[in-house]
């Protein structure tokens, strides 16, 4: 077993700094479709076995070799739960959409439809790579698949289940610093090396980060990186990333909460294999019968039902006042303002909300006070968000307390 070994950012810094942004510009881009927010995790019984015994490495070292990794194909199978302790979102998102006529056009196959699942519960994903433009994802159940396909420039999502196919054209070999990894706006990660990348990202000063033994991950033998916040007030706890011994790949990643319990994300391989998947892994022609969206006309629908004062995201909340950030690392603390700083009054706030989405809001909220006011803390295990009276939003990946003494700060 390889010995605790630590690469603490300081001294080192610069290198160490360096060496992480390179890792994550180099880790392959497997993940090909996403929704805006996302975790994702494996039951960690299904891939971690065993105690190899494993060359001594440094972390330093260990980054250095996922950044000099140049594994461009793979195929195999991720297992995936999440625990945020939220409710079910698949029925939420349901909800939300209600006369929307959904997110991408109305169709079950868009993959900011289906893929929201990935948020709660336990999946089973089918993932191949070729290189930074052939990507395949599948999400299987006992009934039905998903799949979102990357080739060059195109771009495919089909659900068996409803027979409707997604279609879009898309940037061809997109660049990796460009789009930091992903193969879609908004992308998310569905595959260990897609979330390591995001934690070395934010890997700076306020982290430490060591090697802590080993362990065997898909039937391969692999060291474990450990990442953890050096600051207090964190719901973070630590992020353990299992890397390939022999090419350096990220095979499975846990994110354990700072109060304990189970894991809130943990990823990891069942199965693996980096020789070159099948040329038809990456190929899709719809069916006689399959109902195909196209992404172009689908985007002027919304853009019609939106009309030209439409606001999306947090675009329309960081307009009147924009966005601040209080803290630095895993402490950061973001703070959205509303247009005119005025909270709705409690009688409007609730009026067009379907009850399922508001009974949903109301299963993690806290009333809270403090110098600023009074205001609601939505929680769940990874980011809380303290929404005040005064249309001030405090969003992080940090404790209730650590949201109200921010809030406290501003007020002065």
Request: glycine share 12%; net charge negative; charged share 20%.
């Amino acid at each position: 077993m390889a010995p605790n070994d630590s690469a603490e950012t300081t001294g080192s810094a610069t290198s160490t700094t360096a060496a992480r942004r390179k890792a994550a510009r180099y880790i392959v881009p497997v993940a090909v479709a996403g929704v805006a927010a996302a975790t994702i995790g494996l039951v960690p019984a299904l891939a971690d076995s065993g105690d190899p015994q494993l060359p001594k490495i440094s972390a330093q070292q260990l980054i250095e070799k996922i950044a000099a990794s140049d594994t461009q194909q793979l195929s195999g199978t991720v297992r995936i739960s999440t625990d945020l302790g939220i409710p079910s979102l698949g029925g939420l998102a349901e909800s939300f959409a209600q006369g929307a006529g959904g997110e991408q056009g109305g169709s079950s196959a868009a993959p900011k439809e289906r893929l929201t699942e990935l948020a709660s519960g336990t999946h089973t994903l089918r993932v191949a790579a070729d290189g930074p433009d052939k990507q395949r994802v599948s999400l299987l159940d006992s009934a039905a698949e998903y799949s979102v396909i990357r080739n060059g420039d195109q771009l495919w999502a089909y659900d068996s289940r409803s027979n409707e196919a997604y279609h879009a054209t898309t940037d061809k070999a997109p660049d990796a610093e460009k789009h930091e990894g992903r193969t879609t706006p908004e992308g998310m990660p569905t595959t260990p090396k897609a979330l390591a990348e995001q934690a070395l990202k934010a890997a700076d000063s306020t982290t430490s980060v060591t090697v802590d033994g080993t362990a065997q991950v898909a039937g391969r033998d692999a060291y474990k990186l450990v990442i953890k916040p050096k600051q207090g007030g964190s719901t973070i706890g630590a992020i353990t990333v299992a890397v390939d011994a022999k090419n350096g790949v990220p095979l499975k990643f846990t994110l354990s909460p700072s109060g304990g319990g189970k894991a809130v994300i943990d990823a990891g391989f069942t199965s693996v294999d980096f020789a070159r998947p099948a040329a038809s892994s990456f190929t899709f022609t719809p069916s006689k019968g399959t109902k195909v969206t196209e992404a172009d006309e689908a985007q002027a629908e919304r853009n019609a039902e939106k009309g030209p004062e439409g606001l999306t995201g947090l675009d329309g909340l960081a307009g009147g006042g924009g966005a601040k950030v209080i803290g630095e690392g895993w402490g950061a603390i973001h703070v959205i303002e509303s247009p005119g700083a005025k909270g709705l009054p409690v009688e409007e706030k609730n009026a067009d909300v379907p009850p399922a989405a508001q009974q949903f809001l109301d299963s993690f909220g806290d009333k809270v006070t403090g110098k600023f006011g009074s205001g609601t803390v939505f929680k769940t295990r990874l980011v809380n968000a303290l929404m005040t009276d005064d249309g001030k939003v405090y969003v992080g990946a940090v404790t209730k307390d650590a949201l109200v003494k921010a809030a406290d700060s501003a007020a002065h």
